[in-house]
């Protein structure tokens, strides 16, 4: 990727480019800190093969298991961001509880603006509305990852049959249609 953004010429300026880490499975502070740290750094060492130097955002992929991880594991994407590596930080698969533990930290200056759930048609666990309702309310976005199903079993092919009748009527593809449920629903 780092390399192809490097050959096209296009100015980084004109680029959202989001990084992300998996450090989950680290337990405690210092264990999911270091875990964490060691992630963000390999995510630029990676994007530096195509010169590019900072991130528009960096996504906590999967929050640790308790507390005190989940809060080392944010320590160190907050120094990322102190340091000018990136703009903003984010977290993703994040329950209304793993993000309280976040924004209840008195010493964590930083909130994360995107939580990125699976949300679709098909999949969407609690309402796709009360899911925007309860990251809305912590002054969190909902972005979506597999809007079209894909890692979540897929559309079904009576959810495809709507959507492209829907579409028929206004000129739009199945798929639009599936993605203006979701922009409908808030995320």
Same mark, same amino acid.
């Given at each position: 990727?780092?390399?192809?953004?490097?050959?096209?010429?296009?100015?980084?300026?004109?680029?959202?480019?989001?990084?992300?880490?998996?450090?989950?499975?680290?337990?405690?502070?210092?264990?999911?800190?270091?875990?964490?740290?060691?992630?963000?750094?390999?995510?630029?060492?990676?994007?530096?093969?195509?010169?590019?130097?900072?991130?528009?955002?960096?996504?906590?992929?999967?929050? @640790?298991?308790?507390?005190? =991880?989940?809060? !080392?594991?944010?320590?160190?994407?907050?120094?990322?961001? *102190? &340091?000018?590596?990136? +703009?903003?930080?984010?977290?993703?698969?994040?329950?209304?509880?793993?993000?309280?533990?976040?924004?209840?930290?008195?010493?964590?200056?930083?909130?994360?603006?995107?939580?990125?759930?699976?949300?679709?048609l098909a999949?969407?666990?609690?309402?796709?509305?009360?899911?925007?309702?309860?990251?809305?309310?912590?002054?969190?976005?909902?972005?979506?990852? @597999?809007?079209?199903?894909? =890692?979540?079993? !897929?559309?079904?092919?009576?959810?495809?049959?709507?959507? *492209? &009748?829907?579409?028929? +009527?206004?000129?739009?593809?199945?798929s639009q249609?599936?993605?203006?449920?979701?922009?409908?629903?808030?995320?």
């Amino acid at each position: 990727f780092a390399q192809a953004v490097k050959e096209a010429g296009i100015p980084r300026s004109e680029l959202y480019i989001c990084g992300s880490v998996v450090s989950n499975r680290a337990q405690g502070f210092k264990s999911a800190y270091r875990a964490t740290t060691k992630g963000w750094e390999n995510n630029m060492k990676e994007f530096s093969a195509g010169n590019i130097d900072y991130l528009d955002q960096i996504m906590l992929d999967y929050p @640790a298991r308790d507390q005190s =991880s989940i809060l !080392g594991q944010w320590k160190a994407f907050e120094e990322m961001k *102190a &340091a000018g590596l990136t +703009k903003s930080l984010s977290v993703s698969n994040f329950s209304p509880e793993q993000l309280d533990v976040i924004l209840n930290d008195k010493e964590s200056p930083t909130k994360p603006c995107v939580n990125q759930l699976p949300l679709n048609l098909a999949y969407h666990p609690g309402g796709a509305r009360e899911t925007v309702k309860w990251n809305s309310a912590r002054g969190v976005l909902v972005q979506a990852w @597999a809007p079209l199903g894909a =890692s979540t079993g !897929g559309l079904s092919g009576k959810i495809k049959k709507s959507c *492209a &009748a829907i579409g028929a +009527k206004y000129g739009k593809s199945s798929s639009q249609v599936a993605l203006r449920w979701l922009i409908e629903s808030g995320a």
